[in-house]
């Protein structure tokens, strides 16, 4: 199966068989992001978390009577 990454636009071969080709198959939303892309993202993720400038906005779950 034949992907492009979102961010750089490479195109790779991937396996059809393959759990990733049968969640962007069956799932349109999800897209495909390359590893080097991919690995750029999740440090400069990482960098910013150490920074202590990252905020995660989660909303605390409330438990409701109804």
């Not at 961010?7 to 992001?33: F, Q, V, W």
């Not at 400038?53 to 009577?65: A, C, G, I, R, S």
Request: proline residues 5%; aromatic residues 6%.
């Amino acid at each position: 199966m034949r992907v492009k990454c979102v961010l750089c636009d490479k195109i790779e071969n991937i396996d059809s068989g393959s759990p990733l080709a049968k969640k962007l198959r069956n799932r349109p939303i999800h897209t495909y992001m390359c590893d080097p892309c991919h690995e750029r993202i999740e440090a400069r993720t990482n960098e910013r978390k150490e920074s202590g400038d990252f905020k995660l906005y989660h909303q605390e779950e409330t438990d409701d009577e109804w």
